[in-house]
T-cell receptor, first 107, second 114 residues
Framework: KNEVEQSPQNLTAQEGEFITINCSYSVGISALHWLQQHPGGGIVSLFMLSSGKKKHGRLIATINIQEKHSSLHITASHPRDSAVYICAVRYGNKLVFGAGTILRVKS | DADVTQTPRNRITKTGKRIMLECSQTKGHDRMYWYRQDPGLGLRLIYY???????NKGEISDGYSVSRQAQAKFSLSLESAIPNQTALYFCATSDPGVNTGELFFGEGSRLTVL
């Protein structure tokens, strides 16, 4: 079993829809990262969180430490949100990545 | 200019050739990493360095070597490239703080080994 599991693997949404991407992990962590990778390949950090909730624009990330689960929400989705979203968990000096969720938002 | 710069961005080479991928950063971070990305798999750690004198193997270091020439520079070498090293390679940096350990990635280097 992978240490970090993301769901769904693929997601197609219509512009304007509310989107949720989930990340579950199996170890005690010090932090969790959400990353975005656009088709050109570059990866950017969206959030790093260790508890609670963070919001940036239309993006919201939550984490439940007890349940070992995090969600990334996108409100009012737009075609430019189409990308791969990657969850990564940090424990000790180790950083483990999920396989990513491929999101396509259609206009 | 980008915070983390990788060169080359694309390279096609033949089996057995030596290849070097270079990474430089302007963040002033001590921690630098090399990852590879394959379709359907998460990023996997090849090597990491926490300062100029520190080099550590990651989970898939076989067939690779690294050099940390300065705080800002971290190079990845494939001494004798093989086709299953065809992948997208990323360099990254981070701050060591638990609360400030945001990751900064380069744009990626796409390597094809024929």
């Amino acid at each position: 079993k992978n240490e970090v599991e993301q769901s769904p693997q693929n997601l197609t949404a219509q512009e304007g829809e509310f989107i949720t991407i989930n990340c579950s992990y199996s170890v005690g962590i010090s932090a969790l990262h959400w990353l975005q990778q656009h088709p050109g390949g570059g990866i950017v950090s969206l959030f790093m969180l260790s508890s609670g909730k963070k919001k940036h624009g239309r993006l919201i990330a939550t984490i439940n430490i007890q349940e070992k689960h995090s969600s990334l929400h996108i409100t009012a989705s737009h075609p430019r949100d189409s990308a791969v979203y990657i969850c990564a968990v940090r424990y000790g000096n180790k950083l483990v990545f999920g396989a990513g969720t491929i999101l396509r938002v259609k206009s | 200019d980008a915070d983390v710069t990788q060169t080359p961005r694309n390279r096609i080479t033949k089996t057995g050739k030596r290849i070097m991928l270079e990474c430089s950063q302007t963040k002033g971070h001590d921690r630098m990493y090399w990852y590879r990305q394959d379709p359907g798999l998460g990023l996997r750690l090849i090597y990491y360095s926490f300062d100029v004198k520190d080099i550590n193997k990651g989970e898939i270091s076989d067939g690779y070597s690294v050099s940390r020439q300065a705080q800002a520079k971290f190079s990845l070498s494939l001494e004798s490239a093989i086709p299953n090293q065809t992948a997208l390679y990323f360099c990254a940096t981070s701050d060591p703080g638990v609360n400030t350990g945001e990751l900064f990635f380069g744009e990626g280097s796409r390597l094809t080994v024929l």
